[in-house]
């Protein structure tokens, strides 16, 4: 059974730029949640995809956008980047059936806006 | 909406010392709590998990946690701990309606000191 993937592991971008972050769901898992984890915080929820639609957003701006695909797979885009956007960010896969509600996260991608 | 507090942002303690690591949260609805750890440079891994029924939680490597709903805390315990319990440990919670938005608390950083 392979976990959740992301990539790239580390990135470095200017202020302004635009930059997409990629998430490979665990087999079976047809839900992806997005975190950012700002350094010495926990988490902060983004928003989610089921079925290739969002599923609930956390409170960030619309420059925060997102795609899944039709292999559960998604793209998290962040747009006009901000030097507060530098953060850890989270891909949590999971498949909502019964009562688990259990996510399993990747390994997250190191993003440094300079 | 929900929020999540951890009371210790830093826990230092003894190799084989029992250790508590302790989390309240509010919230107007009905929740299911969660344990994650993170080691450095890693994503989040399940400890534990409460959705129902009995209110004492046993997780992975040894570590459990008690949910007390009329004190609406959900404090993680471990009676004997290792150096390698050396990490950051997040407390979450999400709605039982919806299940699909995680709510983080900062984090806790226990230390075992050899």
């Known amino acids: 059974e392979t976990g959740v993937t992301q990539s790239p592991t580390h990135l470095i971008k200017t202020r302004g730029q635009q930059v997409t972050l990629r998430c490979s769901s665990q087999?079976?898992?047809?839900?992806v949640s997005w975190y950012q984890q700002a350094l010495g915080q926990g988490p902060q929820f983004i928003f989610q995809?089921?079925?290739?639609?969002?599923?609930g957003r956390g409170n960030f701006p619309p420059r925060f956008s997102g795609l899944q695909f039709p292999n559960y797979s998604s793209e998290l885009n962040v747009n006009a980047l901000e030097l507060d956007d530098s953060a850890l960010y989270l891909c949590?896969?999971?498949?909502?059936?019964?009562?688990?509600?259990?996510?399993?996260f990747g390994p997250g991608t190191r993003l440094t806006v300079t | 909406a929900q929020s999540v507090t951890q009371l210790d942002s830093q826990v230092p303690v003894f190799e084989e010392a029992p250790v508590e690591l302790r989390c309240n949260y509010s919230?107007?609805?009905?929740?299911?709590l969660f344990w994650y750890v993170q080691y450095p440079n890693q994503g989040l891994q399940l400890l534990l998990k409460?959705?129902?029924?009995?209110?004492l939680v046993k997780g992975i490597n040894g570590f459990e946690a008690e949910f007390n709903k009329s004190q609406t805390s959900f404090h993680l315990r471990k009676p004997s701990v290792h150096i390698s319990d050396t990490a950051e440990y997040f407390c979450?919670?999400?709605?039982?309606?919806?299940?699909?938005?995680?709510?983080f608390g900062t984090g806790t950083s226990l230390t075992v000191i050899p």
């Open positions: 949590a896969s999971s498949f909502p059936s019964g009562s688990s509600y259990e996510q399993y």
């Open positions: 087999s079976g898992h047809n839900t």
């Open positions: 409460y959705l129902s029924g009995s209110t």
């Open positions: 995809y089921y079925r290739e639609e969002e599923n």
């Open positions: 919230s107007s609805v009905s929740v299911y």
């Open positions: 979450a919670v999400s709605e039982t309606n919806t299940g699909n938005q995680f709510y």
